[in-house]
């Protein structure tokens, strides 16, 4: 009975794969009759939109590149593809998640945003090692609208020679590192922008970069509708997220819980 | 050289797999060598901690069960398994990004922690009206210490039965329609605890969720060290994430690109 009427009630109008929300937001349905009437044109068949490349390598962290994703999708006309070096499903750093990547290297030469995630210190070396990974890394960075890392991703564009002189940031506890590996000014920002390169701080940062990268490509107006499409109105229940507070002892026990989650 | 230096420097010691944050982190080596002084004991082989079950369906939203799972995942012990109706890749609401699910629903029978994420319109209505899933969901259901959602993942636990004369939260624009189609009282914040049942709002608000699940599991020094963890210490953009402040115009944008950006 609930579901007739759920189906009665969500697939009545015109919009019917935005019904669910819609049905539940007063005037909406009639706004739709008027999406003319938007700031933005929306509609547009998949694919006339930015290319977006995410490159996933054994051992990213699954919020690297899945926020981002989530985001940058919302663009529109976008398509955002997961790469890797051979196709197929790719393993976390926990090794309990695998994520499909559609196409391999190989099969791709020109991107509008690459991407690149974070990882755990085992993927994250042998990414950093990886020549094959670098090389493409390189040749599509020569094509890029926006190359971009979340996290300890910026190690990867690090090795790869594309943060050479540049501000960058990465994971909390990788900073000093990537300062200290490579001629790069770390800058312990949420995001970072110079010329062309976006790199995010840790994990979660990766949502706040994309929003903000979504914005450069599409304006603020589609920046702010994406960041209310993705309800972004966190509530940290600690607030022990920001490294520069936090005491010795519970970066110990987060880097510990981090190493002990990792394969 | 770089990559030579990298090697020595971060597999030095013994603590490879945090050697590439411990390298960066003054007094992590001290303190790894001395980790029966951590307030947690975190080490222990995967599989004696929580097991978490995410419930995947075609046309999930990436973000949804991905917060959550590396969240989660952080936990001492705790293994994270992606399930669908059936193994194999599962398509996100857009078809461009598949997860995979590993086991299918016929191969789990029990789980510490269940979570169903939200997902656009057509998926998540199929899954409100898949009766093996809702079946399924019910018997694990029985023996949870938890049972979880993410954005419209609540519409499917309410359809399954397990939100009657709850409380519950949900996507913002679905609020109404929780609340309206099943007897739920419909609570807008950002995740909302009912018994053993905790509910979270749109997309992003799975993290918040799942970091408040972490501390009822394994305690707040724990939950706190996971927040760090992944860096949780959010900056929006534009602040246009809370629905309950955005004008029309922008609610109906973030629609449109929602259902435009969904198959």
């Not at 929300?21 to 933005?40: E, I, N, Y």
């Not at 300062?179 to 770390?186: A, G, L, M, P, R």
Request: hydrophobic share 40%; net charge positive.
């Amino acid at each position: 009975m609930t579901n007739r009427a759920t189906r009665r009630t969500l697939l009545r109008g015109g919009v019917a794969t935005a019904a669910l929300t819609a049905a539940a937001l007063p005037g909406t349905a009639h706004a739709h009759a008027h999406t003319d009437a938007l700031p933005v044109e929306t509609r547009r068949p998949g694919g006339t939109g930015p290319k977006i490349g995410i490159l996933l390598f054994d051992g990213f962290s699954v919020l690297d590149p899945t926020g981002p994703a989530d985001v940058l999708s919302r663009l529109p006309g976008a398509t955002v593809t997961m790469i890797a070096e051979q196709r197929g499903p790719v393993r976390t750093d926990t090794g309990d998640v695998r994520l499909v990547a559609e196409r391999s290297i190989a099969e791709v030469d020109r991107l509008d945003v690459l991407l690149v995630p974070g990882g755990g210190n085992r993927g994250t070396i042998a990414a950093m090692q990886n020549q094959a990974l670098l090389d493409w890394i390189r040749r599509i960075h020569r094509h890029t609208r926006w190359t971009t890392s979340v996290c300890t991703g910026s190690l990867v564009l690090a090795s790869a020679g594309l943060l050479t002189g540049r501000r960058a940031t990465t994971y909390w506890a990788s900073g000093e590192y990537l300062s200290t590996h490579f001629d790069v000014t770390y800058v312990a920002e949420r995001y970072v922008r110079s010329g062309k390169i976006i790199t995010a701080a840790g994990v979660s940062a990766g949502i706040d970069m994309s929003l903000y990268l979504a914005s450069l490509i599409a304006g603020d107006t589609v920046g702010k509708a994406i960041e209310l499409a993705v309800e972004y109105d966190p509530r940290p229940p600690f607030g022990t997220g920001d490294a520069a507070k936090a005491d010795p002892a519970l970066k110990e026990l987060a880097l510990r819980l981090l190493a002990d989650s990792q394969i």
